[in-house]
């Protein structure tokens, strides 16, 4: 068992970063883009920003779970509950899968709906709106089970931090903890 308290810097960093970037898409996409009718002109460069966005979230996740394979990790935090710890594993693999899926059903979307054309090249219109496309339900979908899964993941890091009192925020960042 690995004898670390903390995870390492780029880890820490990727996680940061990916968090922002999310929180920033969940809110942009439920809000801005999810009203603004396709007819709009402006709906160009919403979706712009939330593809290239998207994007980088991909391709950050992806090199978030080859770094956590390839480097050494702290052992998992255990409570005295050892259903909950099994629970806050499975929601760990969980927010990665689930941010893959959004992120890949997004990049199904503009495939079917020949986004980048238009989005990037200027070539083309868009559809009326993205109803028709299989995976415009998917990516609805697992949004809405990510933000709820986002959701209890904060509230169970609070919960660690400031009710047990396990200092649990100190694994996530650039310090080191104090032995
Ligand atoms: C983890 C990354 C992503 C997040 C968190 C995210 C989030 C969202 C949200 C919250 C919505 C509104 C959905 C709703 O309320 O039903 C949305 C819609 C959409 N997203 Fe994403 N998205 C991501 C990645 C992508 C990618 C990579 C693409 C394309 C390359 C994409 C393309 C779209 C499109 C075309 C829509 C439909 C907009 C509409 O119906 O008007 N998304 N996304």
Redesign the pocket.
């Known amino acids: 068992m690995s004898n670390l308290k903390k995870y390492n810097n780029i880890q820490v960093a990727l996680h940061w970063l990916v968090a922002i970037?999310?929180l920033l898409?969940?809110f942009?996409?439920?809000t801005v883009?999810?009203e603004?009718p396709?007819s709009d002109p402006a709906?160009i460069d919403a979706?712009r920003g939330?593809?290239t966005?998207?994007?980088i979230?991909?391709l950050l996740?992806i090199v978030r779970i080859i770094w956590r394979r390839a480097s050494e990790q702290p052992a998992h935090v255990t409570t005295d509950n050892p259903l909950m710890d099994k629970l806050g594993v499975a929601a760990h693999y969980a927010l990665n899968i689930l941010?893959l899926l959004?992120?890949?059903?997004?990049?199904g979307?503009?495939i079917q709906?020949g986004?980048p054309d238009i989005v990037f090249n200027g070539q083309g219109t868009l559809p009326e709106?993205?109803?028709e496309f299989l995976p415009?339900l998917a990516?609805?979908l697992f949004?809405?089970l990510?933000?709820a899964l986002v959701l209890l993941h904060v509230i169970a890091a609070l919960y660690h931090q400031f009710v047990l009192k396990d200092g649990l925020f100190c694994r996530i960042s650039f310090r080191n903890p104090k032995d």
């Open positions: 970037l999310v898409m969940l942009m996409g439920m883009l999810e603004t396709n709906k979706l939330h593809m966005i998207g994007g979230i991909l996740t941010t959004v992120a890949l059903s997004g990049v979307i503009a709906a986004l709106d993205f109803s415009r990516h609805g949004v809405k990510l933000a």
